[in-house]
């Protein structure tokens, strides 16, 4: 038979034993958080195509265009959703995030718009082999959640520069600016109005793409005659 002391004192260390582990638990309960949720930037194919004055398929007399991935400046390279409450100040959401940076996200995007034109004989995304007649350098300035004001506004900002390969000279450039009301105060919302202002400045910049591209002349051609709107006449 046990001793009643040893007894005692045997439940006592059962009795602690079974309350440390479910302090234990507790506390592991209280202190996991959810995994981030991921969001991604979608195809403009339809945007950009609505966007175009004269959609078509792609030209066999046009020029190539080489796209150089876009950069970002700084604050706007990471994967991490930004939003903004005051002039001046970036914040983060916690537990949301692009699947990829802006940049590298908008890039197929860019060539998948452009091509949507029909304005170029090929649409190329570098790094590649391919050689091309025309450049688009690409920059993203801006791409947050703005919650100054309500309702609460999405803004991506854009600039692009159309670059002769041969000559270095720039044909065409252009700052692309977009705001989009947000359809409510959360991650998701903000990710639904920035696929939105996306699609409209990736529609605008295939438009400058392709009005480049049909004031664009070969090496040594006869430069076409304009218009009085300024477009090539026939």
């Not at 309960?29 to 991604?40: D, L, N, V």
């Not at 995030?97 to 649409?123: C, H, K, N």
């Not at 991506?156 to 105060?185: C, H, K, W």
């Amino acid at each position: 038979m046990m001793n009643p002391s040893l007894a005692r004192f045997s439940g006592l260390c059962t009795t602690g034993l079974l309350l440390a582990l479910g302090a234990g638990c507790g506390t592991l309960r209280q202190t996991a958080t959810p995994p981030p949720a991921f969001y991604s930037l979608d195809d403009a194919r339809i945007e950009a195509r609505a966007a175009m004055r004269h959609p078509a398929t792609l030209s066999v007399r046009g020029p190539t265009l080489i796209v150089n991935p876009p950069h970002a400046v700084s604050g706007y390279d990471s994967q991490r959703i930004i939003y903004v409450r005051e002039a001046h100040k970036l914040e983060y959401f916690a537990r949301s995030e692009w699947v990829d940076t802006p940049a590298r996200m908008v890039a197929p995007l860019i060539v998948a718009a452009v091509e949507t034109s029909g304005a170029f004989r090929a649409v190329v995304l570098t790094p590649s082999a391919a050689t091309g007649d025309l450049r688009l350098d690409t920059e993203i300035t801006r791409l947050h959640h703005d919650f100054s004001s309500q309702p609460s506004r999405v803004r991506f900002t854009m600039r692009a520069y159309l670059v002769d390969n041969r000559t270095r000279r720039i044909l065409g450039s252009r700052e692309f600016d977009e705001s989009v009301d947000a359809a409510n105060e959360t991650p998701y919302g903000g990710v639904v109005a920035a696929n939105r202002a996306v699609q409209t400045v990736l529609g605008q910049l295939a438009q400058l793409c392709a009005d480049t591209a049909a004031n664009w002349h070969p090496p040594g051609a006869e430069a076409p005659k304009l218009t009085e709107e300024g477009l090539p006449g026939r």
